[in-house]
């Protein structure tokens, strides 16, 4: 990515010398410096201008520059910040961090060092920038049943819009509960066939011996019970849409009859002798991996190419990020209605808590949660301790440590890093967390001589990282997919246990 070479910097610095310094470095990388003494100048400056890059002090002759930064965190979110101190310390870099600064630099720092924090952050801007505009240009969070704003929903909703129209067999995939049959009606409704029937059948809910009579409908006497002729999902879904849920789970041999149908558009009900001719828009739906299904044999290659025209991946919860709290907002002014209750909004630490946890059960499971919480509570604010504790307990596990899994890379940036994998394991039935190993550094062959601890495993992974990005902590955090902050705080736990070990 090209960085903008037109750039304003705020420069917060009470040392003349030093400042006219770093105005220097700054310049020299294009940008457009105002400098600064005093941190009541710098607040006056923020309300007249608001410059791309803010690089602040922290001790300063009038007030402290965290108490300046939790102003601009306020009032001008868009402004990226980047601490600097001579009195810097593990504590002091961990709280400026969490309180939303982008990196931390320790004087004295030359030209080089402060030129790549910079080009870092405007390329963190950019990419912001560049996101946000694009799902500005997208459609809004509401969509034919859907609430969701990120990008991969929305991917979805482009889809939907692109196949509604045509008569195409399209195949839904998605985990359970991430709303496939949402997703079934949104395209029926979206299309020409909106005003005639949309009909459903749960191929895993039927039993065996009547899921064909279910499809096709039966004759009188066809079987014990059936005392009269009746129509299957086939010919009420006439002139509309016929949706097959779990449809991996259906029989072989009614597989074979169901290909038929849809090649043809002719079937014949169970017990009868004549053939009937629909015009039927087919849309199947899975929670499991379907070419996996073909290959061990229980599902028709055929019928899969027949159905799997247009294929449609729903993302899960844990993958949609902000639509979380979208959900859960939602979900919970609908159950208030229901329920009679007050509440109006979740608190800040229920919101990270949403976030934070994996959903297994998607949005299904998120329904139920905010249906439990609003049954069981009355207040105006769902509070952190009203969440079911498989919630607050996974948050509490991963608090503690982050793996570094998921380690993005690009050939230029990660050359030579190397390859992080966990492991995790249990002795004597307590779970052990935090155990990051290379695999020159442990081998798991049993062998103790060969075993070294934890801490310091994971300290060497961290520190190669760093030094291959040239000392940037932002930058190898983010190779290692965890926050810069997180690296500060190992910091300052290997100080303690060398400490403890020497």
Known sequence: MEIDHSFTVLLVEDSMSLGALYTEYLRAEGAKVTHVNHGEDALAELERWQPDLLVLDIKLPDMSGMDILQKVQSNYADITVIMITAHGTIDLAVESMKSGAFDFLVKPFDAKRLSITVRNALKQRQLVNLVAKYEQSLPKANYKGFIGESLSMQAVYKTIDCVAKSKASVFIVGESGTGKEVCA???????????NA??????ASIPKDLIESEIFGHTKGAFTGAVANRDGAASRADGGTLFLDEICEMDLELQSKLLRFIQTGIFQKVGGTKEERVDVRFVSATNRIPWEEVKHGRFREDLFYRLHVIPIELPP????????????????????????KQFK???????????SYDWPGNVRQLQNIIRQVVVLNSSDIVEASMLP?????TLSRTSLVQPLIGVQSTVEDNRGLTDVVSCLSSEDGKEDTGLYQTEASLSCSGEDDKIIPLWLSEKHTIEAAIKQCDGNVPKAAALLDISASTIYRKRQSWEEQQKVTS
């Not at 009606?185 to 005003?195: L, M, S, T, V």
């Not at 909004?345 to 976030?355: A, H, P, R």
């Open 185 to 195: 009606h949104a395209i029926h409704h979206a299309g020409n066939r909106r005003d």
């Open 198 to 203: 949309f009909v459903a059948l749960n191929c």
């Open 317 to 340: 919860l844990r993958m949609r990020g902000k639509d979380i709290t979208l959900l859960a907002n939602k979900l919970l002014k609908e159950y208030n209605n229901e329920e009679g």
């Open 345 to 355: 909004s979740l608190s800040s630490d229920t919101k990270k808590i949403l976030q």
């Open 389 to 393: 504790a498989q919630l607050t307990s």
